[in-house]
């Protein structure tokens, strides 16, 4: 137990930066919590987000604070039907006075990239997005950049709008760690909003109160954090019930479930509640960790059957029909 308090006492210590930027990003940013503390769990988990709601409740203005705040260069992306690979990645440019051909690179060369609206640009757009998600590195005339570091999307999408569209097949949603739906503020925090905003030329601006460097640093630090064997064990029981409900006690989910979770969700239940930790000060994961992630973990990785839908049961529903039936260790 000695190391794991020592890991306490350095999360106490290092990690002290993050509460600065949250304090710096909500100068700008009124409630919505819970997304930035999403946003700082993909990024201390090495794993990019998908942000859906309706349009005006401050996703990209979230973004783009969260990155002012770490000093990280940002590049918001609007995603359009005829956008090409090579707008987003990068490409050639011959110069005629010099003769040669020189690579300029793309957008997706940042430290946070914004996909707005992710879900409107043809499937070769989406798919070039996704190999840097995963590759961490682009190919551009046969030469291998890599991208910087630390490396974040944070794709949006408008779950009203169907029109015009091109859905991402679950295999590329499933390249996002998290999927967070941003909620409606609530009533004592939109006057706060509009006193706040309604000024036209004094819009409030975050400050950079830390550097790319010291997130690197609490990455390190979430690599430490402690996982007992029974927490894994948890983890692992949960996610089999997302293809073995009948085996979990939950015979009823057998013909609402189309297909479960992988094994790439155990990994980000895992990493995700060992930055929810750190994120709360401690060197170790509890079950409180593993549940107050596992929805933004598990939503977008649940797949229901047509049966599912004609009841009106969303994944959402399923998933927390197992959170609650699965025994916590």
């Known amino acids: 137990m000695s190391d794991v308090a020592a890991v306490t006492a350095r999360i106490e210590r290092e990690s002290s930066f993050l509460r600065t930027v949250v304090q710096e990003v909500e100068r700008v940013i009124v409630g919505q919590r819970k997304l930035l503390d999403s946003l700082l769990i993909g990024l201390l988990a090495d794993g990019h987000v998908l942000l859906e709601g309706l349009p005006g409740l401050a996703k990209s203005m979230a973004v783009e604070s969260m990155a002012g705040a770490l000093g990280g260069t940002f590049r918001r992306i609007q995603f359009t039907p005829d956008l090409l690979p090579s707008d987003l990645l990068g490409t050639q440019v011959f110069n005629p006075k010099s003769g040669e051909w020189s690579v300029r690179e793309g957008p997706v060369f940042a ?50 709008e169907i ?25 004592e925090e939109e006057p706060r909003i509009i006193e706040r905003m309604v000024r036209i030329t004094e819009q409030p601006r975050v400050r950079a109160v830390a550097t790319p460097q010291d997130v690197l640093a609490a990455r390190a630090l979430v690599d430490e954090v402690h996982v007992d064997p029974k927490i894994l064990t948890y983890v692992v029981d949960l996610v089999f019930a997302t293809r073995e409900p009948a085996q979990a006690g939950l015979p009823a989910l057998s013909s609402l ?11 980000a239940l895992v990493r995700a509640a060992r930055a929810h930790a750190l994120l709360q000060g401690r060197g170790y994961v509890t079950p409180h960790d593993i549940k107050a992630v596992a929805m933004e973990v598990l939503r977008h990785r649940v797949i229901t059957t047509y049966e599912a839908e004609a009841e009106g049961l969303s994944s959402e529903s399923v998933v927390q029909d197992i959170l609650d039936a699965v025994p916590v260790p």
């Open 111 to 160: 430290n946070f990239v914004l996909a707005d609206e992710i879900n409107r640009a043809p499937a070769k757009v989406q798919s070039a997005l996704l190999e840097a998600m995963q590759e961490r590195q682009v190919t551009l005339a046969g030469e291998t950049r890599p991208l910087p570091r630390p490396f974040l999307v944070l794709a949006t999408q408008n779950p009203v």
């Open 163 to 187: 029109e015009g569209t091109y859905p991402l097949p679950e295999a590329q949603i499933d390249r996002f760690m998290l999927k967070v739906v941003v909620e409606y503020p609530t009533r």
């Open 257 to 267: 479930l189309l297909y479960g979770a992988s094994p790439r969700a155990s990994i």
